[in-house]
């Protein structure tokens, strides 16, 4: 990464971990509303995003938006910048894309422009995902998520909890590549429905907070985030929260209505460092435990599992009341059974 291209005070923020400046600076970033007529500050979207080698973003509302931005990165940095973005996502009239915007001298985007192919339909906005190549040869795939907020926080889990097949899926179209998934999750880390896929992979950022709140200083929720492989040697050097607000002077009401109330998430891979192995996010390990109800033949189990086949069924499924008592495994809610590995039949 280029640090001279970085304001005097992300600078300062950043040189005490960026051992050498061709490491890769990966951040993700929801940038609320990107491409609104919405008073939007791109220049000072453009001064934070430039921190970074390869963003990934959530909330780009229009094309215009997201090309305004890489024009704004060029001209603050003299560097070649590339986008790439989603088609609209989204259920109903509220549709959004997700985007990649990458230095070209640091980064090379290599295949797989690809959303989420949600056969369940169990993400309002599906993820998208692209493999990419640092400077130095490290290759990854980099997926963005954005999930729902909806009415309750139920919707949230059922969405968190299917990320662990949405991982699975990844893993299976680019073998031998590791996949970090990046996004806005509006979910803490120590959730229990990340039980799934915090089997199989780590949040990075475990402590602070994402969400801006009104008063300066302050920060509400960790709900953005980045998951990386568990249980595999990783080139990841160092991670964190930028808090945006500070290095460009702003009070957060101020950043919050010109900017956007997330801060970005990082990780500095260097490939040149020790490679670290995490373990697979064991505070998520409760979920089963705590919410799951495995009751063998339940007449009043609102979700019916079918042990053998790994499919569950609602209430309302013509599926429902066609199970040996043997193979019934009842759950509380949607998330727990998707957390459990269960998917919904395609009759219900």
């Known amino acids: 990464m280029k640090v001279s291209a970085i304001p005097l005070a992300l600078a300062a923020c950043l040189v005490a971990v960026t051992p050498a400046f061709?490491?890769?600076?990966?951040?993700?970033?929801?940038?609320?509303?990107?491409?609104?007529?919405?008073?939007?500050?791109?220049t000072a979207v453009a001064r934070i995003a430039s921190a970074f080698d390869l963003v990934a973003l959530q909330e780009v509302m229009s094309m215009d938006g997201l090309q305004a931005l890489e024009?704004?990165?060029?001209?603050?940095?003299?560097?070649?910048?590339?986008?790439?973005?989603?088609?609209?996502?989204?259920?109903?009239?509220?549709?959004?894309?997700?985007?990649?915007l990458w230095q070209t001298d640091e980064v090379t985007w290599l295949d797989g422009a690809v959303v989420f192919i949600d056969d369940r339909d169990a993400f309002s906005r599906e993820p998208f995902s692209m493999r990419f190549e640092t400077a130095d040869a490290y290759r990854f795939v980099l997926a963005s998520a954005h999930l729902i907020w909806g009415d309750s926080q139920d919707e949230r889990e059922v969405?968190?909890?299917?990320?662990?097949?949405?991982?699975?899926w990844l893993d299976e179209s680019f073998p031998e590549t590791p996949v970090y998934i990046a996004g806005d999750f509006n979910l803490a880390p120590d959730n229990a429905a990340w039980q799934g896929l915090g089997e199989i992979a780590s949040p990075l950022v475990t402590d602070g907070a994402t969400t801006l709140s009104p008063v300066d200083g302050r920060?509400?929720?960790?709900?953005?985030?980045?998951?990386?492989?568990?249980?595999?040697?990783?080139?990841?050097?160092?991670?964190?929260?930028l808090d945006f607000p500070s290095e460009l002077g702003l009070t957060h009401e101020t950043a919050r209505t010109y900017v956007t109330d997330h801060a970005p998430?990082?990780?500095?891979l260097d490939p040149g460092s020790d490679w670290i192995e995490r373990p697979p996010h064991v505070s998520a390990g409760a979920?089963?435990?705590?919410?799951?109800?495995?009751?063998?033949?339940?007449?009043?189990?609102p979700i019916r599992g079918n042990r053998t086949s790994s499919i569950?069924?609602?209430?309302?499924?013509?599926?429902?009341?066609?199970?040996?008592?043997?193979?019934?495994?009842?759950f509380e809610t949607e998330a727990d059974a998707i957390a459990s590995g269960y998917r919904m039949a395609r009759n219900c």
């Open 22 to 42: 061709s490491d890769t600076l990966v951040g993700s970033w929801n940038v609320k509303h990107l491409g609104w007529d919405n008073d939007k500050d791109i």
């Open 219 to 241: 920060f509400a929720n960790l709900y953005d985030n980045i998951w990386v492989p568990a249980g595999t040697p990783l080139p990841v050097a160092a991670s964190g929260i």
């Open 159 to 168: 969405e968190a909890a299917a990320l662990a097949s949405y991982r699975r």
């Open 287 to 301: 979920y089963s435990d705590d919410k799951a109800r495995e009751l063998t033949g339940a007449a009043d189990a």
């Open 71 to 100: 024009t704004e990165l060029e001209h603050l940095t003299g560097e070649d910048w590339q986008s790439m973005a989603s088609d609209e996502i989204g259920r109903g009239s509220y549709r959004e894309r997700y985007a990649f």
């Open 265 to 268: 998430v990082w990780m500095l």
């Open 312 to 330: 569950y069924h609602l209430e309302s499924c013509p599926g429902y009341d066609q199970m040996a008592d043997r193979n019934i495994v009842a």
